[in-house]
T-cell receptor, first 114, second 113 residues
Framework: DSGVTQTPKHLITATGQRVTLRCSPRSGDLSVYWYQQSLDQGLQFLIQ???????AKGNILERFSAQQFPDLHSELNLSSLELGDSALYFC?????????????FGSGTRLTVV | DQQVKQNSPSLSVQEGRISILNCDYTNSMFDYFLWYKKYPAEGPTFLIS?????DKNEDGRFTVFLNKSAKHLSLHIVPSQPGDSAVYFC????????????FGPGTRLSVLP
């Protein structure tokens, strides 16, 4: 158990629908990152939040949005889903002093759009 | 434009032999590098790191080499074990500039008994 909790583990939904993925960072970590891993692809950075504020944005589609709440958990909202959105979505967290060991990842949410 | 490249999608090695995984980067501002290991149905886990002030870092069976002039790093696993079979991601960051890590596409290592 990495300490980063992602729910749900699996999600199957239809095209056009909207889903919310949830992430609880490791205790004490202020930064949360969202990554997408499509089939046989690398980890594509979507967005980062630090202590409730958006810090950096990657290749995140306009149909996707995220937020980090006062208790530091984060949610990634995916709307108007398309078949190509099927992927593994990882959340990771880090603290300012832990940079040198990189990020701690959750086990991911597997999204299947049918 | 991929800033971090892992040109071998997969690699097979016999148990007990050396595994060498390669990573190339294009951004000369990158000054800190990590390797992550990922098993199926799990998130990536930190394996080993190296700063640009060094050219080698060792941790048990794992050694990372950095060639700054060639913008190339490699991960050596000696001896390879079946439990090392996983996907390995290289990640780079311009730490000095407070930038986030950029990940490569990964290399799937299979260690054959």
């Amino acid at each position: 158990d990495s300490g980063v909790t992602q729910t749900p583990k699996h999600l199957i939904t239809a095209t056009g629908q909207r889903v919310t993925l949830r992430c609880s960072p490791r205790s004490g970590d202020l930064s949360v990152y969202w990554y997408q891993q499509s089939l046989d692809q690398g980890l594509q950075f979507l967005i980062q939040y630090y202590n409730g504020e958006e810090r950096a944005k990657g290749n995140i589609l306009e149909r996707f949005s995220a937020q980090q709440f006062p208790d530091l958990h984060s949610e990634l909202n995916l709307s108007s889903l398309e078949l190509g959105d099927s992927a593994l979505y990882f959340c990771a967290s880090s603290d300012p002093t832990g940079f040198r060991r990189g990020y701690t990842f959750g086990s991911g949410t597997r999204l299947t759009v049918v | 434009d991929q800033q971090v490249k892992q040109n071998s999608p997969s690699l097979s090695v016999q148990e007990g032999r050396i595994s060498i995984l390669n990573c190339d980067y294009t951004n000369s501002m990158f000054d800190y590098f990590l390797w992550y290991k990922k098993y199926p149905a799990e998130g990536p886990t930190f394996l080993i790191s190296i700063s640009s002030i060094k050219d080698k870092n060792e941790d048990g069976r794992f050694t990372v080499f950095l060639n700054k002039s060639a913008k190339h790093l490699s991960l050596h696993i000696v001896p390879s074990q079946p439990g090392d079979s996983a996907v390995y991601f290289c990640a780079a960051s311009a730490e000095t500039y407070g930038q986030n890590f950029v990940f490569g596409p990964g290399t799937r290592l299979s260690v054959l008994p």
